[in-house]
């Protein structure tokens, strides 16, 4: 399977941005799909997952209120949306995908598929 993220670039603070995360090769079927982030110097943090069957979602708390998770069944697509951006949310995003059967997976270590990632800039 292939992740593709997208939908990454330069925004002013207080701005958004939309990810999305594309899987090619097989469908995210009823498995987790994730969300992390990766800064300068610093070490890859979750952001969110997401449950593809049913929906249930996990954002960190720090994160909640401005970013969410979403998925497309028909794009087989999962979207991370971003308000309010900060400059400390500058960083790469990647996406993942777990297909072990973990419920929401929230470390790093436990998805088996990620994408390139895609970089985030917010400008102060």
């Known amino acids: 399977v292939q992740l593709q993220a997208s939908g990454g670039g330069l925004v002013q603070a207080g701005g958004s941005l939309r990810l999305s995360c594309a899987a090619s090769g097989r469908t995210f079927s009823s498995y987790a799909v994730g969300w992390f982030r990766q800064a300068p110097g610093k070490e890859r943090e979750f952001v969110a997952a997401?449950?593809?069957?049913?929906?249930?979602?996990s954002v960190a708390d720090f994160l909640k209120g401005r970013f969410t998770i979403s998925r497309d069944y028909a794009k087989n697509t999962v979207f991370l949306q971003m308000n309010s951006l900060k400059p400390e949310d500058t960083a790469v995003y990647y996406c993942?995908?777990?297909?072990?059967?973990?419920?929401?997976?929230?470390?790093?270590?436990?998805?088996?598929?990620w994408g390139q990632g895609t970089l985030v800039t917010v400008s102060s």
């Open positions: 993942a995908a777990d297909y072990s059967g973990r419920y929401l997976p929230l470390m790093s270590y436990e998805y088996d598929y």
């Open positions: 997401i449950r593809w069957s049913g929906g249930s979602t």
